[in-house]
């Protein structure tokens, strides 16, 4: 079973291309959920999270992901602290999902497949781009947020063009039909490299 990376900066519409794989059969782990859901429900993951940024990491609601965003915010190395803790535990928990599949190959949806040199553990990578503002205008739709700090989340993250060079697939999503007619076309294509090989 090949393992296929699907990544792409904020608002590029990984998961809705993710959500097209799946409408054609192909198991999706989404890393970015997994890790939410993980932060929740590890001891080992909170309790380390505690020990990082202190009692307020979390609520009776659970992780206080502004507390920690704003944390991360102003101290960058907060965040490859908490990757270094929470990213391990993602890997485990996606190896057992693994066995549980059956299919020719498996899709993870990860957006930090290159800033964190992961490329060696997926057969191929495709990269998602869009046009800067059609990311910003998804997101400001998604969230509860302003324009700069999405601008400013996106000067942290690879450009996509050095994605896009690192990458075997690229999928340029701009209209969703054109978009779905790409999934289709590059699910075959992996169909039938999985067969070959």
Request: no cysteine; glycine share 4%; hydrophobic share 40%.
């Amino acid at each position: 079973m090949k393992i296929i990376g699907l990544t792409g900066g904020i608002g590029s519409g990984k998961t809705t291309v993710a959500n097209m794989f799946a409408d054609l059969g192909v198991p999706i782990y989404i890393a970015d959920s997994e890790a939410k859901q993980l932060m929740n429900t590890s001891k080992v993951i909170r309790r380390k999270l505690i020990a990082l940024f202190g009692e307020m990491a979390y609520s009776q609601q659970g992780l206080n992901k502004d507390y920690i965003a704003s944390k991360i915010f102003n101290d960058k190395t907060y965040l490859s602290k908490m990757n270094a803790i929470v990213h391990p535990k993602v890997g485990q928990h996606f190896k057992r999902w693994l066995k549980k599949q059956d299919a020719p190959y498996v899709i993870k949806e990860a957006a930090i497949i290159f800033e964190h040199n992961m490329q060696s553990q997926y057969d191929y990578i495709i990269t998602v781009t869009s046009t800067v503002e059609d990311k910003i205008d998804r997101v400001l739709k998604r969230d509860q947020t302003s324009k700069e700090k999405i601008v400013a989340i996106m000067n942290n993250q690879m450009a996509d063009e050095e994605k896009i060079a690192k990458s075997d697939y690229v999928i340029v999503n701009d209209r969703l039909e054109d978009t779905k007619a790409q999934v289709e076309k590059l699910h075959k294509d992996l169909l039938q490299r999985v067969k070959v090989s």
